[in-house]
């Protein structure tokens, strides 16, 4: 009940109402005042009571003028703490349904990228090999044999992404960073 010495413009603070938010709640927006305003049932379901102990309660507040007209108000408070709360976790597992969704699709176009790229490597790597066979000038082949083996690292790296892309459902394979080194040099 609303006591005597706290003014009506003080009350959502005086007695810990507040936004879901856990700002003060706006005092025109009490469910009795918009009640004896509105002349008819008022229901607020963005509340919360912070209690004496300085926890707080999540709140619907039902607030049913009574009299013709209005001499009082009454206004129930139930606990919907828990309805918060799953309403809360429901919006969280949907947000992370969405950025699942969103790295599958990433995770297709990247396949689909890898797999093209792919197709357009084995390309040069067969008309290099081609052109190698033919080849009589040394410096030539052997650019051709480089071009054959940069080919050869760059479907290995597409294969990688694939991999990745598949989640790690590629095949493991020794490398000797020696070897690569020379090969780059």
Excluded: W
């Amino acid at each position: 009940p609303p006591r005597e010495d706290v003014p009506a413009a003080k009350f959502a603070a005086h007695y810990g109402v507040l936004t879901r938010k856990a700002a003060p709640y706006p005092e025109g927006r009490m469910p009795f005042a918009r009640a004896v305003a509105e002349r008819c049932t008022v229901v607020a379901d963005d509340m919360m009571i912070r209690r004496r102990d300085g926890t707080t309660v999540e709140v619907r507040a039902v607030a049913r003028p009574v009299g013709e007209p209005a001499s009082h108000v009454v206004v129930a408070l139930f606990d919907v703490s828990r309805e918060v709360a799953a309403e809360r976790v429901r919006a969280e597992c949907e947000q992370q349904l969405r950025r699942a969704q969103r790295f599958e699709a990433i995770g297709s176009l990247a396949a689909g990228t890898a797999h093209e790229f792919n197709n357009l490597m084995f390309g040069v790597k067969l008309l290099a090999a081609e052109l190698a066979a033919s080849e009589p000038d040394a410096k030539r082949r052997g650019a051709l044999e480089m071009i054959d083996d940069i080919t050869e690292r760059s479907a290995a790296l597409t294969r990688s992404l694939l991999g990745f892309v598949r989640r790690g459902k590629q095949r493991s394979v020794m490398v000797s960073i020696n070897d690569i080194a020379t090969s780059m040099a």
